[in-house]
């Protein structure tokens, strides 16, 4: 499968614990993209790369959030001292070329925090 | 006020029934949209691009008009599996940027 993948899937954690969710984009793309979605929702967007660096990250952020991209090819996205709030969907996405690239999406990452 | 707004839902239609969505956008610098279509529990996937000429594709077409930040979709002779979420969605901004921001979704259920 050539598309993008996440990982885990799933994640249930505690309150106050630290998670990492893993995308590995399509690999001729350029850009990547996280949102975070919840129920009802559309996706809320959280940050975008280009190659390896971080263009912009949403003003909703809070310091807890932080992503990488160290080489250009798979990103992380950490959740530091998690909160019930932060319980959502966590999308990856990535895109190549002009503008009007269509943005290929992950299945997401499902966080449950306890 | 949200960058992207969308129409609330949901809309009930049955079918064969034309549906039109409406979208409206804040950044007058945005450069691109599109309209995303996103089944339950699943990622969403590009429906279409919008042009500022209106473009069609089969019975779906969209509209864009820069001057009212204002974006629709029309769903002409509504199927069963037309239900889902329909999401529109704006990249770009004045720094030339490619930071792309989605609407909250309209629900829309097609009835038999």
């Known amino acids: 499968d050539t598309g993008v993948s996440q990982d885990p899937r799933h994640k249930i954690t505690k309150r106050g614990q630290n998670v990492t969710f893993r995308c590995d984009p399509i690999?001729?793309?350029?850009?990547l993209y996280w949102y975070r979605q919840t129920l009802g929702q559309g996706p809320e967007f959280l940050t975008y790369?280009?190659?390896?660096?971080?263009?912009?990250k949403s003003r909703l952020l809070s310091d807890r959030f932080s992503a990488e991209r160290p080489k250009g090819s798979f990103s992380t996205l950490e959740i530091q001292r998690t909160e019930q709030g932060d319980s959502a969907m966590y999308l990856c996405?990535?895109?190549?070329?002009?503008?009007?690239?269509?943005?290929?999406f992950g299945e997401g990452s499902r966080l449950t925090v306890l | 006020r949200k960058e992207v707004e969308q129409d609330p839902g949901p809309f009930n239609v049955p079918e064969g029934a034309t549906v039109a969505f409406n979208c409206t956008y804040s950044?007058?610098?945005?450069?691109?949209f599109f309209w995303y279509r996103q089944d339950c529990r699943k990622e969403p996937k590009l429906l279409m691009s919008?042009?500022?000429s209106g473009n069609e594709d089969g019975r779906f077409t969209a509209q864009l008009n820069r001057a009212s930040q204002y974006i629709s979709l029309l769903i002409r002779d509504s199927k069963l599996s037309d239900s889902a979420t329909y999401l529109c969605?704006?990249?770009?901004?004045?720094?030339?940027?490619?930071?792309?921001?989605f609407g909250a979704g309209t629900r829309l259920f097609v009835k038999a």
């Open positions: 790369f280009q190659n390896e660096a971080q263009l912009e």
């Open positions: 969605v704006v990249k770009g901004d004045h720094t030339g940027g490619f930071k792309t921001i």
């Open positions: 996405a990535s895109t190549q070329g002009a503008n009007t690239g269509e943005l290929f």
């Open positions: 919008v042009y500022s």
């Open positions: 690999s001729e793309h350029n850009r």
């Open positions: 950044n007058s610098a945005s450069q691109s």
